[in-house]
Structures are given as structure tokens and as C-alpha cells.
């Protein structure tokens, strides 16, 4: 099982991102995808969740309203459109899978089967 995370970058406050996260070797649709992210220093933190049929969504306060999580079960990949960006924002973002439950919803890092490398965003002027 593969998941490649790409997407991340430099990005001014108030700016936009998109990351992506490419699944291989596993039925991409019988899992719940969920993204995370670490700071320098911090621990790992969850972000943003879909279902696997892409209709439940869920985020964590911090980001609802700014981010959007999709996902194209056709193409194996989940995405996370970054808006509105902080600095605060700036961490290593990471893609996780589980085959765990059914909506969308806070996820711990614990419970998850698989996960990716993480891709870096980074928020500055």
C-alpha cells in the first residue's frame, strides 16, 4: 500500500493551496481518508475527514470554513483545498487511511491503517 502526498509548497498568508494524496494498492473506496498535520515541535494533529463515498465530511474548528477535503474514488485520490491560509497553518500535512467506520468524523492518528510521507506548506510573507 502507497499513498503520495504532493501539492505542498510556499504560500503567502491569505493564499491558497491544493494537496493531493495518490492511493495504490489497496480498494481506495473501502477506506475513509483523512488528513493530518505537525508542526515543528507538535504532535501530529487530525485536520479533515470524508466517508468513503465522498458525501460525509468533517473538520477539525480550526480549518472549517477554509478547508475542503474531496476525494475521487475513479483516481484512487483525496485532496485538501487550502484557503485562506495562516501561518499557523504551516506544518507537514500527511493523508492516512482507515477501513474503520462508515461517516465522516474526528479521527485519532492511532486508528488509522495506512498513512503517507506528508507533503510540507508553509504559510509566510
Known amino acids: 500500500v502507497q499513498l503520495q502526498a504532493s501539492g505542498g509548497g510556499w504560500v503567502q498568508p491569505g493564499g491558497s493551496v491544493r494537496v493531493s494524496c495518490a492511493a495504490s494498492g489497496l480498494t481506495f473506496s473501502s477506506y475513509r481518508m483523512g488528513w493530518f498535520r505537525q508542526a515543528p515541535g507538535k504532535e501530529r494533529e487530525f485536520v479533515s475527514s470524508?466517508?468513503?463515498?465522498?458525501?460525509?465530511?468533517y473538520y477539525t474548528d480550526s480549518v472549517n470554513g477554509r478547508f475542503t477535503i474531496s476525494r475521487d474514488n475513479a483516481r484512487n485520490t483525496v485532496y485538501l483545498q487550502m484557503n485562506s491560509l495562516k501561518p499557523e497553518d504551516t506544518a507537514v500535512y500527511y493523508c492516512?487511511?482507515?477501513?474503520?467506520?462508515?461517516?465522516?468524523?474526528?479521527?485519532?492518528?492511532?486508528?488509522?491503517?495506512?498513512w503517507g510521507k506528508g507533503t510540507q506548506v508553509t504559510v509566510s510573507s
Open positions: 492516512a487511511a482507515t477501513v474503520t467506520g462508515i461517516r465522516a468524523g474526528p479521527m485519532a492518528p492511532g486508528v488509522m491503517d495506512y
Open positions: 470524508i466517508s468513503k463515498s465522498g458525501i460525509s465530511t
